[in-house]
């Protein structure tokens, strides 16, 4: 009898805990400044689902912050409270937007006097940020990086500096090469004027996405926005090379070198365009301006003595035609005569081209050959053991 009266006596108790919980905003907005976020949880989870607060914008944008609050709080013991809670929360603020778009605030701040939105998005984009960023650095896990940053942005859509480090950092990272592409559209649509962000697209399309047209056209824009840059100039002779438009190539270094008198590069890449195109003596007329400009430039220089090394070696290869008859013996003497100025001719420009670079393989090999061609043995001892202390022997 006393254990029936114990349950009797207890049943008011358990059914009294286990009462509904009313709908309160205040309650529930109190709860969120205090960080119990349970309780917040629970109490706005109530409210909007009430037909009272169904339609009230200021109802669901506390619930848009109290779902934000629970996914970037530090605080391990509410992170059970929900297992994702961002889609929630956006799915909130989306909802408080649609009641009252036009609202410039929802909440006020520890001072009683109204938060504007801005505000509030400006301090939920950092926490997200700060997730993002401790994915980044301290887990290095760049998907979950990734995917906090593209949730700041949700708060903070125009902001160029999130845009631009989503773009160079965050995604090239989580390998989503296209969305890098997208952020750093946007960031340049937006007024950003980081060449960095050209850059970055320019490598995307052309190395990952594999879209050359992409590229080629972004390397214009690069070169309209920063005309003074002498980088994306190469970037779009590079497309041209790549696409085998070697006229358009030509085309877009000779206004490049027209625009830059002192510019050595451009003039050697025209060197190298018109050399492709098989106009060598126009190559080099290129490839002698960029040597004016600087005299130790060693690209042209070993481009100059391999357009004069091919004579002798055109030579040698019609002496290695011939045959034994007595023809072919006078014509390979004559020719002789001929290789070997040719090869006085060339020496030089090889010569030259060791004083800059003095390790280089290829100048090191023809040097070997012209000497031992021209019989100068001590040259020909001097490569053999300058060839073998480089390990290329």
């Known amino acids: ?4 009266l114990f349950l009797i006596f207890i049943i008011p108790f358990v059914v009294a805990a286990q009462k509904p919980i009313k709908p309160s905003m205040p309650k529930a907005e109190k709860a969120l400044r205090e960080g119990k976020f349970d309780e ?17 914008a200021k109802a669901w944008y506390l619930k848009g912050l109290i779902y934000a609050g629970i996914d970037t709080t530090t605080n391990t013991a509410y992170k059970s409270l929900i297992a994702d809670p961002f889609p929630d929360a956006k799915a909130a603020f989306e909802k408080a937007y649609s009641l009252d778009k036009d609202k410039g605030s929802y909440v006020n701040g520890p001072n009683g006097f109204p938060m504007l939105t801005d505000q509030v998005n400006a301090y939920m984009a950092q926490k997200y940020f700060e997730k993002g960023l401790n994915a980044y650095q301290e887990d290095k896990d760049y998907a979950e990086a990734l995917k906090q940053v593209e949730r700041t942005l949700y708060f903070v859509p125009q902001d160029t500096s999130i845009l631009l480090n989503a773009g160079l950092f965050f995604a090239p990272s989580a390998d989503e090469h296209q969305k890098s ?6 960031y340049i649509d937006l007024g950003g004027t980081s060449s960095d962000a050209y850059v970055m697209i320019f490598s995307a399309y052309r190395d990952h996405i594999k879209d050359n047209e992409k590229a080629l056209e972004i390397a214009k824009s690069a070169i309209k926005a920063f005309p003074g840059n002498p980088e994306f100039p190469k970037y779009e002779l590079d497309m041209y090379i790549r696409m085998n438009k070697l006229p358009q190539a030509k085309e877009a270094m000779e206004r490049q070198a027209a625009k830059a008198p002192n510019d050595k590069e451009t003039r050697y890449f025209l060197g190298v365009i018109n050399q492709q195109m098989g106009s060598n003596d126009e190559a080099r007329k290129w490839y002698e301006e960029a040597i004016k400009l600087d005299p130790k430039y060693f690209e042209p220089r070993i481009a100059v003595a391999e357009l004069v090394y091919l004579e002798a070696k055109k030579i040698k290869a019609e002496m290695n035609q011939l045959g034994i ?12 005569k001929v290789l070997v100025e040719s090869l006085k001719k060339a020496l030089p420009y090889w010569e030259t081209c ?22 100068m043995q001590s040259q020909v001892s001097r490569i053999e053991k300058r060839m073998k202390a480089l390990g290329l022997y």
């Open 325 to 336: 008859t007595a023809d072919d013996k006078k014509k390979r003497f004559e020719l002789d």
């Open 1 to 4: 009898m006393k254990k029936i």
């Open 354 to 375: 060791e004083k800059i670079s003095p390790d280089d393989e290829k100048v090191l090999d023809n040097l070997y050959s012209i000497y031992s061609d021209l019989d």
């Open 181 to 186: 592409v997208d952020f750093l559209q946007k």
């Open 40 to 56: 917040a949880k629970a109490i706005i989870d109530a409210t909007v689902e009430s037909e009272k607060y169904a339609s009230n």
